[in-house]
């Protein structure tokens, strides 16, 4: 009888072992049920680039269909979606998954009749009153349209400078240029002085990574020191080459721990080594490279013109101006659309958002007057508009920081690091 037991024990401990490797090995899942009047399509990637697991959900009704992810921890448990909640307004379906536990994790999203999926927060007043009613019966299972807008109170740090503490998220660590350095705000603000007096251009310089890189201004004519501030904890560090190096250079962009550079006097590429901290000579002007997620031939033309590198797959489809796509399993393409503002105002940009597994049913999610200062971490996604910096996540766009010197310097940038 003990051996009976022991044998048993000896087994259930086995399967215990073998379903713990299985769960902890598992990539995910692929599952179809139905919901209501609802087909649901569920895939679960716990492979995420981003290191949350990530459900994509494909509902399909009989008038229309929509896709979403959701990064939400479930342990793995597939069918998570319990029940959808549908009203039609107009011309546009709206829905509302909820989740297992009665939960909520995303806004009531409206599929419109030009195939775009837009948010609750971004609807017309109009739309909204329309919904009123949709909106008050899902308050039970704790949805709040005000956890979509950005009510948070800034802090005055200076004359130029306010943060607002309440949007800033954890580990998100923000650095931003001022006159003789850095600026950096996470869950304490420092600064870091670079240079011995106000420095109002600086173009050679670039941040990646944790890392700010910045050629040293305190020289006139030319210069030998790169500066290498770590964002996270303010530290400097000094990496020196054994060449004389034009103020006439281009950073040309980070590739993993290196960072390129083009002097266009001496028509010599340049690699600076964070990991060796060294500086050396990789191309002359016959044998130019460029990177974009591989290395090409790049003319030396273009390296005068000032080509960067670029770490994106882009692709514009039509009536999109500028694509961006992130992550090849998991993550987000977004996309953008010029529009015009009022007479002698310039344009904005209209930012849209797919699923990288759809990339043709697209979500509004904001507008900016620029996609050139926009950072793309993880499922963030940080950009300059006016004297501001603001973030977008699922919970809709919040400010973080204001800095009025942004409206009277535009050489100034940012740089973001999820640590």
């Given at each position: 009888?003990?051996?009976?037991?022991?044998?048993?024990?000896?087994?259930?401990?086995?399967?215990?072992?073998?379903?713990?490797?299985?769960?902890?090995?598992?990539?995910?899942?692929?599952?179809?049920?139905?919901?209501?009047?609802?087909?649901?399509?569920?895939?679960?990637?716990?492979?995420?680039?981003?290191?949350?697991?990530?459900?994509?959900?494909?509902?399909?009704?009989?008038?229309?269909?929509?896709?979403?992810?959701?990064?939400?921890?479930?342990?793995?448990?597939?069918?998570?979606?319990?029940?959808?909640?549908?009203?039609?307004?107009?011309?546009?379906?709206?829905?509302?998954?909820?989740?297992?536990?009665?939960?909520?994790?995303?806004?009531?999203?409206?599929?419109?009749?030009?195939?775009?999926?837009?948010?609750?927060?971004?609807?017309?007043?109009?739309?909204?009153?329309?919904?009123?009613?949709?909106?008050?019966?899902?308050?039970?299972?704790?949805?709040?349209?005000?956890?979509?807008?950005?009510?948070a109170e800034g802090k005055k740090l200076s004359n130029t400078q306010i943060i607002y503490e309440d949007n800033m998220v954890e580990n998100h660590y923000i650095a931003v240029e001022n006159y003789k350095g850095l600026s950096l705000f996470s869950n304490k603000e420092a600064s870091v002085k670079i240079f011995n007096n106000d420095i109002y251009k600086k173009?050679?310089?670039?941040?990646?990574?944790?890392?700010?890189?910045?050629?040293?201004?305190?020289?006139?004519?030319?210069?030998?020191?790169?500066?290498?501030?770590?964002?996270?904890?303010?530290?400097?560090?000094?990496?020196?080459?054994?060449?004389?190096?034009?103020?006439?250079?281009?950073?040309?962009?980070?590739?993993?721990?290196?960072?390129?550079?083009?002097?266009?006097?001496?028509?010599?590429?340049?690699?600076?080594?964070?990991?060796?901290?060294?500086?050396?000579?990789?191309?002359?002007?016959?044998?130019?490279?460029?990177?974009?997620?591989?290395?090409?031939?790049?003319?030396?033309?273009?390296?005068?013109?000032?080509?960067?590198?670029?770490?994106?797959?882009?692709?514009?489809?039509?009536?999109?101006?500028?694509?961006?796509?992130?992550?090849?399993?998991?993550?987000?393409?977004?996309?953008?659309?010029?529009?015009?503002?009022?007479?002698?105002?310039?344009?904005?940009?209209?930012?849209?958002?797919?699923?990288?597994?759809?990339?043709?049913?697209?979500?509004?999610?904001?507008?900016?007057?620029?996609?050139?200062?926009?950072?793309?971490?993880?499922?963030?996604?940080?950009?300059?508009?006016?004297?501001?910096?603001?973030?977008?996540?699922?919970?809709?766009?919040?400010?973080?920081?204001?800095?009025?010197?942004?409206?009277?310097?535009?050489?100034?940038?940012?740089?973001?690091?999820?640590?």
């Amino acid at each position: 009888m003990k051996f009976l037991f022991r044998t048993l024990g000896i087994l259930l401990a086995i399967l215990i072992v073998l379903k713990l490797v299985i769960f902890l090995f598992d990539n995910g899942h692929k599952v179809s049920y139905s919901v209501g009047n609802f087909k649901i399509e569920e895939e679960l990637k716990t492979n995420s680039l981003y290191g949350t697991d990530d459900y994509y959900f494909n509902v399909k009704h009989e008038k229309f269909k929509m896709n979403f992810q959701v990064p939400i921890n479930y342990n793995k448990a597939d069918k998570v979606i319990t029940a959808i909640k549908y009203k039609k307004v107009g011309n546009m379906n709206c829905i509302m998954p909820i989740f297992k536990g009665g939960k909520t994790y995303t806004d009531i999203m409206c599929l419109g009749n030009k195939g775009e999926i837009n948010l609750y927060h971004n609807l017309g007043e109009n739309v909204k009153k329309s919904l009123s009613d949709f909106v008050s019966s899902l308050s039970k299972f704790g949805y709040n349209p005000e956890d979509y807008v950005d009510n948070a109170e800034g802090k005055k740090l200076s004359n130029t400078q306010i943060i607002y503490e309440d949007n800033m998220v954890e580990n998100h660590y923000i650095a931003v240029e001022n006159y003789k350095g850095l600026s950096l705000f996470s869950n304490k603000e420092a600064s870091v002085k670079i240079f011995n007096n106000d420095i109002y251009k600086k173009p050679i310089k670039i941040f990646g990574d944790k890392y700010y890189v910045v050629a040293d201004y305190n020289e006139e004519y030319s210069f030998k020191n790169f500066y290498i501030v770590n964002i996270i904890n303010g530290n400097v560090k000094e990496i020196r080459s054994y060449n004389d190096i034009s103020f006439d250079s281009i950073m040309q962009g980070f590739v993993k721990d290196d960072v390129y550079l083009f002097d266009k006097d001496a028509e010599t590429q340049y690699k600076v080594s964070l990991k060796h901290e060294s500086v050396e000579k990789v191309a002359d002007k016959n044998n130019l490279k460029y990177y974009n997620g591989k290395w090409e031939n790049m003319t030396l033309n273009e390296a005068i013109d000032g080509k960067k590198f670029d770490n994106y797959y882009v692709k514009s489809p039509k009536d999109y101006d500028d694509a961006v796509c992130l992550g090849k399993d998991t993550g987000y393409c977004y996309f953008y659309k010029k529009q015009p503002l009022a007479e002698g105002e310039g344009d904005e940009f209209l930012v849209y958002r797919a699923d990288v597994q759809n990339t043709k049913l697209k979500t509004y999610i904001f507008k900016t007057p620029s996609v050139d200062s926009i950072i793309y971490l993880n499922n963030y996604i940080y950009f300059k508009d006016g004297d501001s910096i603001y973030y977008y996540y699922n919970n809709g766009v919040k400010k973080v920081i204001t800095n009025s010197e942004f409206e009277f310097n535009d050489d100034l940038e940012f740089g973001v690091y999820i640590k």
